[in-house]
Structure formats: C-alpha cells, structure tokens
C-alpha cells in the first residue's frame, strides 16, 4: 500500500472521524455557460480590462460549488487585485519582447535574469493562491522559499537535459513534492510522502501506451497517406476528406490518452500520500481509461462546437474529479488557528499566466 494515512495499530492515536466521503460539486453547465459567455462579451469589449472580473467570478463559481462536508470553498482575490497584478506583468512581458527584438544580446541577458526571478515568481503565485483559498473560514497558506524553488525549477531541469532527460522523473517527483509539502491549512502544514519510483513506474507506463498509440497512429496514417494518393482529381471521394479527419481525430485520442494515463496515476499518488495530521486524510481512485475518455469527449465537443462546449466540458472534468475524490476529516480540524498573514500582491501570480507557466496544482 502507498500510503501514510493511518492503520489501524496508529488509530488509537489518531483523533475520531467527523466526516468521510467524497467531494461534491454541485456545479451546472447551463449556469456556468451564462458566466463563461458574459465574461468573454465583456472582456472582448473592455479590451481585456474585464477579465481580472471574469478569473474571479469562475473561480468563484468553481469554489462555491465544491464541498467537503456541506463546507463549500471561498476564494478570496478581488478583481482589482488581479487586475493590478496582470499590467503590471504585461508591461514586464511587454519590456521584454522589445529589448529581445531591439538589442537581441540585451533580451538574451534578460531572459537569464528571469531564470533567477522564476523561482520567486512560482512561490508569490503559490503564495497568493494559498492565501486566496478558504474552507470552513480557514485559509490555506504556501511558505515555499526561493532557495529550494531555485533547485527544483531551474537547477533540476537543467541538470535533467544533460541525462538525457532520465533524471525527468525525480525532477518531476521534486517539483511535486515542493509545492505540496509547503502548503498549510491555517496552522497545520500538509504531510507528503510522495515516492520516486512511483514516478518511474508512471513514466514508463505512459511511454508504453506512448510507443503502442504511435504505432496504432502510424498504421492509420500510412494506410490513409495510400488511400488519398491512390485518388486522382477524377476520382475525388469523400473518403479524401474523411481520412485526414479520423487522423487528425485519432491523433486527438493518442495525446490525450497519454496525458491521462500520467496525470492519473500521479493524482493518485500526490492524494493518498498526503495528509493534514490530525485533520484530514485523501483519497484519489482516478481510472486513466474514464479520465481519457472524458478529455477526449470534451475536445471533440469543443472543436465542432467552436469553443461554445468549453463550459460543458469543465463542468464534466470538475464533477469526474470531484467524484473520485475522498476526504475523511478528524475532530483535530475543529481546533484549526487560522495563521494571520501579510496580504499577498497578484503580480507575481499574473506574471507566471503571462509567461506561460502553470503553478496549478490539480
């Protein structure tokens, strides 16, 4: 067994249950499409201005709608907040995409600048996540510090390319570690145990479906790249069409199989490795194939749609998480303090979004 939750030698050490069971979320899509569709309209207007309003108000409704014991989630950023943070990490962004076409040298030195703000940037947007979350008027917190962030984002991939990327696991493993082992839920810091072989046994698990989807891949598409070639002008069909497209649809599947082949097995682990001590254990039991199918349904859906399905489609992915997903809460989370910080700036947050890079951590 992976695990650290209790057994039953320790239960007599380990605070009464008060809940057990999954997590809700109650969200609609019909309700959620009315927000999606308000807050594109009106950031379309506003030139963007709008959408700090539109990140609260989702978040908000995804929040709102997930509970753990009848408790929904609060998440406590305002737009304002957002929308401070986002110019300035535009006008950041902006600066250097001009230096970088100016003066190339100027733009490269800035781009290694930024390999040593990175690390910052990743906590402070942890940070004002953490502090921006709250259940049972609980807020979490992040207390990650520059010095491993710098190891595990920067040093640790770096060092990955030159094993040819078989140190990618670990780094992997690291990075995982870090951002969980950090967070706390008022005064009580999460406990994990996460393993490095789990992330090897993951990594090679995918590169088999990996390696078996390119074959599946590669014998549609030669068989087609025959079909079509055999076709002449005169004897255009409609199998010219449909070919490229169930290519095009099975490459969809490929990708998106072996994306949730690894974010499964991993989810798993992450959440039955993880624990508030004396407060709340977790349990994952996320299936790759029900996973896959799901993302694969909701691209298609949002492609012949034309994006018009997106809601939909978040709404299936947060209520097949939710469903899967198992919070046993003990009486220690009644005695919960919930630790007074500093307010916390977006901009480090909205930089990371600018910059491309995903702090998430689901």
Same mark, same amino acid.
């Given at each position: 067994?992976?695990?650290?939750?209790?057994?039953?030698?320790?239960?007599?050490?380990?605070?009464?249950?008060?809940?057990?069971?999954?997590?809700?979320?109650?969200?609609?899509?019909?309700?959620?499409?009315?927000?999606?569709?308000?807050?594109?309209?009106?950031?379309?207007?506003?030139?963007?201005?709008?959408?700090?309003?539109?990140?609260?108000?989702?978040?908000?409704?995804?929040?709102?709608?997930?509970?753990?014991?009848?408790?929904?989630?609060?998440? &406590?950023?305002?737009?304002?907040?957002?929308?401070?943070?986002?110019?300035?990490?535009?006008?950041?962004?902006?600066?250097?995409?001009?230096?970088?076409?100016?003066?190339?040298?100027?733009?490269?030195?800035?781009?290694?600048?930024?390999?040593?703000?990175?690390?910052?940037?990743?906590?402070?947007?942890?940070?004002?996540?953490?502090?921006?979350?709250?259940?049972?008027?609980?807020?979490?917190?992040? =207390?990650?510090?520059?010095? @491993?962030?710098?190891?595990?984002?920067?040093?640790?991939?770096?060092?990955?390319?030159?094993?040819?990327?078989?140190?990618?696991?670990?780094?992997?493993?690291?990075? @995982?570690?870090?951002?969980?082992?950090?967070?706390?839920?008022?005064?009580?810091?999460?406990?994990?145990?996460?393993?490095?072989?789990?992330?090897?046994?993951?990594?090679?698990?995918?590169?088999?479906?990996?390696?078996?989807?390119?074959?599946?891949?590669?014998?549609?598409?030669?068989?087609?790249?025959?079909?079509?070639?055999?076709?002449?002008?005169?004897?255009? =069909?409609?199998?010219?069409?449909?070919?490229?497209?169930?290519?095009?649809?099975?490459?969809?599947?490929?990708?998106?199989?072996?994306?949730?082949?690894?974010?499964?097995?991993?989810?798993?682990?992450?959440?039955?490795?993880?624990?508030?001590?004396?407060?709340?254990?977790?349990?994952?039991?996320?299936?790759?194939?029900?996973?896959?199918?799901?993302?694969?349904?909701?691209?298609?859906?949002?492609?012949?749609? &034309?994006?018009?399905?997106?809601?939909?489609?978040?709404?299936?992915?947060?209520?097949?998480?939710?469903?899967?997903?198992?919070?046993?809460?003990?009486?220690?989370?009644?005695?919960?303090?919930?630790?007074?910080?500093?307010?916390?700036?977006?901009?480090?947050?909205?930089?990371?979004?600018?910059? @491309?890079?995903?702090?998430?951590?689901?």
């Amino acid at each position: 067994m992976e695990s650290i939750h209790p057994t039953s030698s320790e239960s007599n050490q380990t605070p009464p249950a008060i809940f057990s069971g999954k997590v809700q979320f109650s969200g609609k899509s019909g309700e959620f499409f009315g927000i999606w569709s308000v807050n594109i309209l009106l950031s379309i207007i506003t030139l963007g201005i709008y959408s700090a309003w539109a990140k609260v108000r989702t978040y908000r409704y995804f929040y709102g709608h997930t509970r753990i014991d009848g408790h929904s989630f609060d998440y &406590l950023a305002t737009p304002i907040q957002i929308l401070k943070g986002r110019i300035l990490a535009v006008i950041a962004f902006l600066i250097y995409t001009l230096l970088s076409s100016l003066a190339p040298a100027i733009g490269l030195l800035f781009a290694i600048g930024f390999l040593f703000l990175l690390p910052w940037i990743i906590n402070q947007g942890l940070r004002f996540n953490m502090r921006m979350t709250r259940h049972r008027n609980v807020r979490f917190a992040f =207390s990650g510090n520059y010095g @491993d962030a710098f190891i595990n984002f920067v040093l640790l991939p770096i060092a990955s390319v030159f094993t040819l990327h078989l140190l990618l696991p670990y780094v992997l493993k690291r990075i @995982d570690q870090y951002m969980h082992e950090n967070i706390s839920y008022g005064n009580k810091p999460l406990t994990v145990n996460l393993q490095g072989e789990r992330y090897y046994i993951a990594a090679l698990i995918t590169l088999g479906v990996a390696i078996g989807g390119l074959v599946i891949f590669g014998f549609f598409a030669g068989a087609s790249a025959l079909t079509i070639d055999n076709l002449n002008t005169q004897n255009f =069909s409609l199998s010219t069409i449909v070919v490229p497209l169930l290519i095009a649809v099975l490459y969809v599947a490929f990708l998106t199989l072996v994306g949730a082949v690894y974010h499964s097995l991993i989810r798993n682990h992450i959440f039955n490795n993880s624990e508030f001590s004396e407060v709340a254990t977790f349990d994952s039991n996320l299936k790759a194939i029900d996973y896959a199918i799901l993302l694969f349904t909701n691209v298609l859906a949002i492609m012949f749609t &034309l994006g018009l399905a997106y809601p939909w489609a978040k709404i299936r992915r947060a209520k097949l998480l939710a469903s899967v997903t198992e919070v046993t809460i003990y009486s220690g989370a009644l005695s919960l303090i919930d630790v007074a910080q500093n307010e916390q700036s977006s901009f480090a947050e909205e930089a990371a979004n600018v910059f @491309d890079i995903d702090i998430s951590l689901t």
